[in-house]
């Protein structure tokens, strides 16, 4: 009896017609399949096992936890974030350096943790001075302190550009404030981690906007910039500047805005109300995004759009320098830059001012009924433009 021909009618040996799956031949697929089915499984368990669950969906506001039946903003005004409560964690009393000293801990590291370009959060509490980066904030958007002997929350809104920093308090008064994973007109929410009954607050807004507290006024630090590093270093050269945290180096590089920032067609991630109805498409009035400083001194609120300082700079043929400017009964010092766009303010005579950096559409959302009448449309003939020649770094 002759041999069977292993070769089938198809021609391909019959050992091809059942083939055995390899890494290859998409056995990865599975493997992968395998491996995400773990994670899932991991992460719904991780509550049994440490006692704890991410509390809120990222879509439905009611899965966060808060009492919203007391809500004094519109509800319209109100977003998830995306991310659950506390998914970005709150950075508390982090180290310090001189910042003379940086370049020596930059020469120290394999990368720098900022340079004279990046821009930071600077606050001025009792004559002591700090800076936090935004790349740092970015990830964490609270940062808990102390300076000049008082407790303070340092708060950023990525998506408003808003740095708002608060007096924590003291006592049964004191606030702990977390991530709260909602949003405000596309703005930071926070909550009071120590709460049993936390109260959700919008620094932005500066007052508590739900929950037992809702309508209380928080207390706002006055002396805050959002400037490059090396003009809040020249303006305060015995500041000190916050390192990163330890374990957040990965959360810092996954962190960037500046897609955001750069969209001239002015789209918002989140929902925001009221928007100008009209004069951001024209020119009438700052666009959507752009970066204005409210600044209260002399008397009286103004709201200095950036561009405007750069353009009378760029008019100069510079593209950075200083204005000087009156403010009712205060003369004001921008130290403006075009890259980063940003604005140092201060006054001459070093008397108090009230600094509120943020993008347009914040400011606005925030001060409908007088941001026509605060809004500067054009410098004042006797301000005194100085250009200077262009830093590197």
């Known amino acids: ?10 021609g391909q040996p019959e050992q091809d017609l059942h083939p055995t799956l390899t890494m290859r031949g998409g056995g990865w697929a599975i493997v ?14 991780s509550g049994v096992i440490v006692g704890k669950r991410p509390v809120g969906d990222g879509t439905n506001l009611e899965s966060y936890g808060f009492d919203l039946s007391n809500l004094t903003v519109p ?26 000293d940086l370049i020596v801990y930059n020469e120290q590291n394999r990368r720098p943790w900022i340079v004279t370009r990046d821009r930071v959060v600077g606050v001025e509490v009792n004559g002591e001075s700090r800076a936090y980066p935004t790349r740092c904030l970015n990830a964490h958007e609270v940062i808990l302190d102390t300076l000049g002997g008082v407790e303070i929350a340092v708060t950023y809104s990525p998506f408003a550009d808003a740095a708002v920093v608060l007096e924590a308090g003291s006592g049964e008064e004191s606030v ?21 009954e936390p109260t959700l607050y919008s620094p932005v807004l500066g007052r508590a906007i739900s929950g037992p507290k809702a309508g209380t006024p928080l207390q706002r630090i006055g002396g805050v910039n959002l400037c490059s590093w090396r003009d809040w270093l020249e303006q305060h050269p015995d500041t000190t500047l916050a390192l990163p945290e330890p374990t957040s180096n990965k959360r810092y ?3 960037s805005y500046l897609r955001y920032y750069n ?32 600044v209260t001194a002399g008397g ?9 300082l750069v353009r009378a700079l760029e008019a100069r043929g510079a593209e950075e320098g200083t204005i000087r400017v009156a403010q009712g009964d205060a003369q004001l010092e921008f130290v403006v830059r075009k890259l980063p766009q940003s604005a140092h303010v201060r006054t001459v005579d ?12 914040s400011w606005w959302s925030a001060h409908p009924e007088t941001t026509m009448g605060e809004l500067v449309r054009a410098l004042p003939a006797d301000a005194v433009i100085t250009p200077r020649a262009a830093g590197g770094g």
């Not at 009896?1 to 198809?10: G, H, N």
């Not at 991310?83 to 950075?91: C, E, I, S, T």
């Not at 009286?300 to 405007?308: G, H, I, K």
């Open 1 to 10: 009896m002759s041999r069977k021909d292993p070769t089938s009618q198809s």
């Open 350 to 361: 070093g008397s108090e001012a009230v600094i509120e950096p943020r993008l347009f559409f």
């Open 176 to 196: 702990v404030h977390g991530v709260s994973g909602l949003l405000c007109n596309s703005a930071l929410v926070t909550y009071d981690r120590g709460a049993e």
């Open 32 to 45: 992968a399949s395998i491996g995400v089915s773990l994670l899932l499984i991991t992460w719904a368990l």
């Open 253 to 255: 590089k996954a962190f």
């Open 75 to 100: 509800e319209a005004s109100m977003a998830a974030s995306g991310n659950a409560r506390d998914f970005l964690q709150v950075y508390e009393n982090p180290e310090t350096i001189l910042g003379k």
């Open 300 to 308: 009286e609120r103004r709201v200095w759009p950036v561009t405007l």
């Open 263 to 294: 969209d001239f067609a002015d789209s918002l991630k989140y929902p925001v109300v009221p928007l100008p109805e009209k004069g951001t498409r024209d020119g009438t009035l700052p666009r959507l995004k752009a970066r204005v400083v409210a």
